[in-house]
């Protein structure tokens, strides 16, 4: 065996203390180094946490300004585009109007605090603030940007939405800004630009204002400064020039420094914890990051919905209907889409208000919840329309099943409060098999197929088809020679006679318009006439019309002009005074011209027709109540309005050659008539037998195929020459 010496055991024991303080040197180095590491880790992830935070409160902000703006603009278009301003604001005795409906709104609203009616030239014509009439002048209390913004405005392209906002600086401060030209709630406006009229609306960014928006969007120490200050944390407002007018300024939260500060000690008081401290580190740093991305999550979903009815807003809708289309070509679904406006929605908020109209708004918020079954996204898109979208692989039983269902919900009443609503629905379809059309295409499709719902007659679904794109492509090219047609004076006129029902004498002429299209030959009256009155051509077409059959009744002496007058051209203000401009002109007796109406306009507007009927007869002309029979046919409005001639539709004189209750309806309706003093003229009339008929019932005149068929001025003429050679 062999025997260690003593000089070997210091030897040994040296090495184990070189090893020992070798480990402790490196244990201690690689603390350190840990330690360092650790240290600076938790420092520039507390830095990063700082920074993310302090940037999502700055694009939290600037979506609250925009969300704030955004607000007023579509506060702006109810009531800038609102059929009853449109017609009290251009009414010379409308400014109680006004001023109960702008003015005195700006009292304790939270929609807008200061209102402006403005003429086209930027003179105030009314101005509110804070529900209290103000001599402060428009000039003076918004800054020169004002001027920008109303020009845009004033000059605004056609086609394109006669509004604009912007934020702006005021003498209260900084405010958002919306002005709209009044108009009708479809976009038409029947004044000259010189005579029209601008709704100004601004809210102000007032302290309560803006604490809202700190609560709402979860930004601490959200202030409002001035344009010269330039905090650490602050997103600039800018007016419509690109200038800054103020700043919006937060405190930050440091949520990484103090979760730095809760480690820390830790870390400095046992080394050997380090593992612990990256746990809590990991722990810590996950939690923050969560937080935060649940924060950003809620503003982001905040900015998706609707605040008025709960619902999904359009830029929900359009990034859901993305994530649907993405779903469905992965898979084997179908994107389905149906696209609502309500039926009669307008006609409730007239009559009841905005108040009413909101709660019916949030009504059928709820049903539609309640009927859609199911993963589905149910969006308001804009003032009266819903988008429902939902992936399925039955689209054809799905539809039918669905728009039933909604259909049947919308049969009943719908009860808010006191009051009973009853509206309808119009139901459009696209879908996207298999994902293969985009979102925004769908969004169009359902669109269109909707509007084909209403033409249709309403409270009904249809489906897309391709052919609509080519009919609408049609429809528009129609529009575009139209109003080519109507500028060049290619509209024609001609006249059928009407003849005394005693001996059959020509005693009048009916004035009809007539449109032969260039390279499609001729259009009915009916196609042509309805664009007109859509797209606000009727004006110009229906005097083109009348000055045109006035230059040819000048040629016949003793005989009476009838001409057709739309609604359209019936609801103008200053349609009694063209007409007397016209008759001036023209050096026309006023009393050898009739104007006809149909009977459903003056039931629907009694008041604005009584107005009307009472301007065109101070003139001298006469109104004819025109296809009487045809509709809901009152006695009542016969009297109240006094007309001066009743015209039977041809739908009753078709039928009394046939004997029996037609002709007890027919002599009943004559005897009416002559009980109210009223003459009669009967149209439509294509035999003998009927002419016979009309006469012993007691008709003055009659009118029809009979006694001549429309015809050209040139023929009428000659049917004048040969009457006055006859007698």
């Given at each position: 065996m062999r025997v260690l010496s003593s000089r070997q055991k210091p030897s040994s024991a040296a090495q184990r203390r070189s090893l020992v303080r070798s480990l402790l040197v490196i244990f201690a180095a690689v603390m350190v180094i840990v330690t360092s590491m650790v240290l600076t880790a938790l420092d520039r992830v507390g830095a990063h946490a700082d920074r993310l935070d302090d940037e999502r409160s700055r694009e939290t902000t600037i979506g609250a300004l925009q969300t704030f703006r955004d607000h007023l603009g579509a506060t702006l278009n109810d009531y800038a585009a609102w059929d009853d301003a449109a017609r009290h604001v251009y009414d010379a005795d409308g400014m109680d109007w006004v001023v109960a409906n702008f003015g005195e709104m700006t009292a304790n609203s939270n929609l807008f605090d200061a209102s402006v009616l403005l003429d086209a030239e930027?003179?105030?014509?009314?101005?509110?603030?804070?529900?209290?009439?103000?001599?402060?002048?428009?000039?003076?209390?918004?800054d020169a940007s004002f001027a920008k913004l109303f020009d845009s405005v004033r000059h605004a392209a056609p086609g394109s939405t006669p509004e604009a906002s912007a934020f702006i600086s005021t003498a209260r401060g900084i405010a958002a800004i919306g002005i709209g030209l009044v108009r009708q709630k479809n976009g038409t406006i029947e004044k000259e630009p010189g005579e029209r009229r601008y709704l100004v609306l601004a809210r102000h960014l007032s302290d309560p204002h803006i604490k809202a928006m700190a609560r709402t969007y979860v930004v601490d120490g959200l202030t409002l400064r001035s344009a010269g200050e330039r905090p650490a944390n602050h997103v600039a407002i800018r007016d419509v020039r690109g200038e800054a007018i103020g700043v919006l300024s937060w405190s930050s939260r440091l949520p990484g420094r103090a979760s730095l500060a809760q480690v820390q000690p830790l870390v400095l008081g046992a080394i050997a914890m380090v593992a612990i401290y990256f746990i809590l580190l990991f722990v810590s740093g996950s939690r923050l990051l969560r937080q935060i991305k649940a924060e950003e999550t809620a503003a982001l979903d905040l900015s998706r919905l609707d605040p008025l009815s709960g619902l999904a807003n359009r830029f929900g809708l359009f990034s859901d209907l993305g994530r649907l289309v993405s779903q469905a070509g992965s898979g084997q679904d179908d994107v389905l889409l149906l696209y609502l406006d309500l039926d009669g929605f307008k006609e409730v908020?007239?009559?009841?208000?905005?108040?009413?109209?909101?709660?019916?708004?949030?009504?059928?918020?709820?049903?539609?919840?309640?009927?859609?079954?199911?993963?589905?996204?149910?969006?308001?898109?804009?003032?009266?329309?819903?988008?429902?979208?939902l992936n399925t692989r039955s689209q054809a039983r799905k539809t039918a099943e669905l728009c039933e269902r909604i259909l049947g919900f919308f049969g009943e009443p719908f009860v808010i409060?006191?009051?009973?609503?009853?509206?309808?629905?119009?139901?459009?379809?696209?879908?996207?098999?298999?994902?293969?059309?985009?979102?925004?295409?769908?969004?169009?499709?359902?669109?269109?197929?909707?509007?084909?719902?209403?033409?249709?007659?309403?409270?009904?679904?249809?489906?897309?088809?391709?052919?609509?794109?080519?009919?609408?492509?049609?429809?528009?090219?129609?529009?575009?020679?139209?109003?080519?047609?109507?500028?060049?004076?290619?509209?024609?006129?001609?006249?059928?006679?009407?003849?005394?029902?005693?001996?059959?004498?020509?005693v009048s002429v009916e004035a009809l318009a007539r449109w032969d299209r260039p390279g499609h030959g001729a259009v009915s009256p009916e196609v042509f006439i309805g664009i007109a009155e859509r797209t606000g051509m009727i004006d110009q077409l229906g005097l083109s019309v009348l000055r045109t059959a006035c230059r040819a009744v000048r040629q016949w002496p003793g005989l009476r002009l009838a001409v057709n007058i739309s609604p359209g051209q019936f609801r103008d203000p200053a349609f009694a005074g063209q007409v007397a401009r016209a008759f001036s002109d023209l050096g026309i007796d006023p009393g050898r011209i009739t104007l006809e109406m149909t009977e459903s306009y003056f039931i629907r507007n009694p008041g604005r027709a009584l107005a009307a009927i009472a301007s065109l007869k101070a003139i001298g002309v006469k109104i004819a109540l025109d296809d009487f029979g045809s509709g809901f046919s009152s006695v009542g409005y016969l009297r109240q309005f006094g007309f001066d001639r009743m015209k039977i539709d041809q739908s009753l004189v078709a039928t009394v050659a046939e004997g029996g209750s037609a002709v007890d309806l027919l002599q009943a309706t004559v005897a009416l008539a002559r009980a109210l003093d009223i003459p009669v003229t009967a149209e439509g009339v294509e035999t003998e037998d009927q002419a016979r008929i009309l006469r012993l019932s007691g008709c003055d005149e009659l009118q029809g195929y009979l006694f001549g068929r429309?015809?050209?001025?040139?023929?009428?003429?000659?049917?004048?020459?040969?009457?006055r050679v006859v007698s």
């Open positions: 930027g003179r105030a014509l009314m101005v509110y603030d804070a529900g209290q009439p103000a001599d402060w002048s428009v000039d003076r209390f918004f908020n007239d009559a009841y208000g905005h108040a009413t109209g909101d709660n019916l708004i949030r009504g059928v918020a709820a049903g539609l919840k309640t009927l859609i079954s199911g993963p589905a996204t149910i969006a308001r898109v804009g003032g009266d329309e819903f988008a429902i979208a409060g006191e009051r009973v609503a009853v509206v309808g629905c119009s139901i459009g379809v696209a879908v996207s098999a298999r994902g293969t059309v985009s979102g925004e295409e769908l969004l169009r499709r359902a669109d269109m197929a909707m509007y084909r719902s209403k033409e249709d007659g309403r409270g009904r679904w249809t489906v897309y088809d391709p052919a609509m794109d080519t009919e609408r492509e049609a429809r528009n090219q129609l529009e575009i020679d139209l109003r080519r047609a109507i500028e060049t004076s290619e509209i024609g006129v001609v006249y059928q006679p009407v003849v005394d029902a005693r001996d059959g004498r020509m429309p015809m050209s001025a040139d023929a009428i003429g000659r049917m004048v020459m040969e009457q």
